[in-house]
């Protein structure tokens, strides 16, 4: 690494559940701080951040999902430092680490633009959110686990009619998230559309959508429908009645992640879906 960064501001942040995760985040803190790199430490994104270059985040999928969701009212990149189990959102694993983030100080990162949701709603005759959303939004069954009945629209025209276990509106970035597991499709993160895919539908007929964002999709419970459940970015957020409704739109603003200029997406699914190749 050059002996003055290019980059010379970074905001450290980890998963207070993981130890290893705090482990890893105070040799970062150390090891930028030998490189005379301004750090801004904590276990959480903090307002003194903002000015931030841009934020590591050691932990898992949820720990970058997270700061990502918070850092994009920044405009600020997040670079993920993998301590979890997959982490298809993190840009480096432990080992790997220290190369990848002397290349993003010299300013060798590549920087991805992500696509996010923003999920507003009426529950009980109360409007809430907005929620916002980088991986997906998911209206599932609750505690009953009985079949839910869930109208989709789209311009106010009636799209689908859902019986199952729910459905999930995914990003690009979320599509090898639930989606995966529900047997929807992989897509290209850098893509500026949404998912719909069924859990568990009840006709044979129903599959997965892709949908352009200029849309907006309305999702309501019909009855009859035991109690369902919102939840955001894997966070339960809401509980919907029979007669409640939300709504998907794009975001105003996108999430920024930073990624090792030599791994591509490709790469990624390889390894973690270990669908072999080099």
């Known amino acids: 690494m050059p002996k003055k960064p290019l980059l010379q501001r970074v905001a450290l942040v980890y998963n207070a ?21 301004k750090t801004i430490a904590s276990s959480k994104v903090t307002f003194a951040m ?39 959102l993190a840009a480096t694993e432990v080992g790997a680490m220290f190369r990848t983030l002397a290349r993003v100080l010299a300013g060798e990162g590549r920087v991805e633009v992500r696509t996010m949701l ?6 009980n005759g109360k409007k809430f959110g907005p929620y916002l959303a980088l991986n997906d939004c998911v209206v599932r069954s609750g505690p009953s686990g009985r079949v839910l009945q869930l109208q989709a629209m ?9 019986a199952g276990d729910g459905l999930i509106v995914a990003t690009p970035t ?19 559309v949404m998912l ?20 907006v999709l309305e999702v309501e419970v019909l009855k009859p429908s035991a109690p369902a459940i919102l939840s955001i970015d894997g966070l339960v957020a809401q509980t919907l009645k029979s007669g ?19 791994r591509t997406y490709y790469q990624v699914l390889q390894s973690k879906l270990k669908w072999g190749g080099s």
């Open 118 to 123: 923003a999920v507003t709603g009426v529950a």
């Open 174 to 192: 979320g599509s090898t998230a639930y989606n995966l597991a529900a047997s929807g499709p992989i897509l290209y993160p850098d893509l500026d």
């Open 196 to 215: 719909l895919c069924p859990i568990c539908p009840h006709s044979l007929a129903q599959r997965p959508l892709v949908m352009p964002t200029f849309e």
């Open 17 to 37: 559940d993981k130890p290893r995760a705090h482990h890893e985040w105070l040799r970062l803190k150390r090891w930028l701080e030998q490189h005379k790199v």
């Open 244 to 262: 409640d409704r939300i709504e998907v739109r794009r975001a105003d603003t996108q999430a920024k992640l930073l990624m090792d200029p030599d």
């Open 154 to 162: 789209v311009r106010q025209r009636p799209l689908a009619s859902y």
């Open 50 to 88: 903002r000015k931030a270059d841009f934020i590591v985040a050691v932990g898992g999928d949820g720990t970058v999902l997270s700061t990502a969701r918070q850092a994009s009212a920044w405009g600020i990149p997040v670079l993920g430092v993998n301590v979890g189990r997959l982490g298809f």
